[in-house]
Every structure is written in structure tokens, then in C-alpha cells.
């Protein structure tokens, strides 16, 4: 009986620790962020472009972004853009831009919300539902689209 009401202790006491042993979810986020970084690419936590007007076509938490680092753009003008996936359909971000849509962007699956360039980067937004595969095709049509970039 003693034993018994020492185990039932101990369990009581350990049981808090258990809060800080990862879930699944972030066990699988991990393993996402982890074959990122292996393909050379950085996660961040950024906003879909669009959302300042209010065209976000789905709720903006857990967006994240994939992106590719590039090379400066010294003396060959400024590059910027932004896109967002509708219906499987592709459309500027910003209101009246006329900004043509990439090619490698048009191979992109659904779960990819939308994509930006600017001086630094070139990347896409996601909410982390698919799994390595789909890192490894971002990876293939982020490095596709930087090598069209001037």
C-alpha cells in the first residue's frame, strides 16, 4: 500500500513537466522548419500581403513564410511584388498593380496562400499544411523563380 501511495506521488508530481513535452503539431512544424533550412531557405512569421486592405482570403494566423535569400540588386532597379492564390488562380496583392505572376509560381499546390518579392527575398506564404515533400517543392520552384530574377 505505501508503494502505491508513493507512485501515485510521484505520478502527481511529474505530471506539470508533461506541459512542456512538445505536441505532434509541433513535433511535425519542426520537422517542416528543419527541412527548410536543409534546402537553404528561412522561415519567418510575416503578413500575407494584402492584409492592410482587407483582402486576406484566409484567416492570418499560423501564416508563415518560406523564403530564398538573394543576391543585392545594385544599380538594377528596385524589385518588388506581391501575389495571392485564389481559387487555384493567382492576382496581384496590391490594388491596380499590374505586376505579371512569376512562372514557377503557377506550379505552386493550393495550400500556398500567396508570394512576395522585395530586395532581400523571394518566398511564399503557407500555413504548414502540408509535410517534407511540399518543403521540397517550395524549395524547387523558390530556387526555380530566383534564377529568373535579375
Not at 503578413?47 to 494566423?61: E, V
Not at 544599380?75 to 514557377?104: F, H, M
Request: proline share 7%.
Amino acid at each position: 500500500m505505501n508503494y502505491l501511495l508513493i507512485a501515485f506521488i510521484i505520478v502527481v508530481a511529474l505530471a506539470p513537466l508533461t506541459h512542456f513535452l512538445p505536441s505532434k503539431r509541433q513535433r511535425r512544424q519542426a520537422a517542416l522548419r528543419e527541412a527548410a533550412a536543409l534546402a537553404g531557405l528561412f522561415v519567418e512569421f510575416r503578413s500575407l500581403p494584402g492584409t492592410a486592405a482587407g483582402r486576406a482570403p484566409q484567416a492570418q494566423q499560423d501564416v508563415i513564410y518560406y523564403g530564398r535569400r538573394l543576391a543585392p540588386s545594385k544599380g538594377r532597379g528596385s524589385r518588388r511584388g506581391a501575389w495571392l492564390q485564389r481559387d487555384g488562380e493567382w492576382l496581384p496583392a496590391a490594388t491596380g498593380a499590374r505586376t505579371p505572376v512569376p512562372g514557377p509560381l503557377l506550379a505552386c499546390s493550393p495550400d500556398i496562400l500567396g508570394a512576395s518579392l522585395d530586395e532581400g527575398s523571394c518566398g511564399v506564404y503557407w500555413q504548414e499544411q502540408g509535410d517534407t515533400a511540399t518543403v521540397g517543392e517550395i524549395h524547387g520552384i523558390l530556387l526555380a523563380w530566383a534564377e529568373q530574377i535579375p
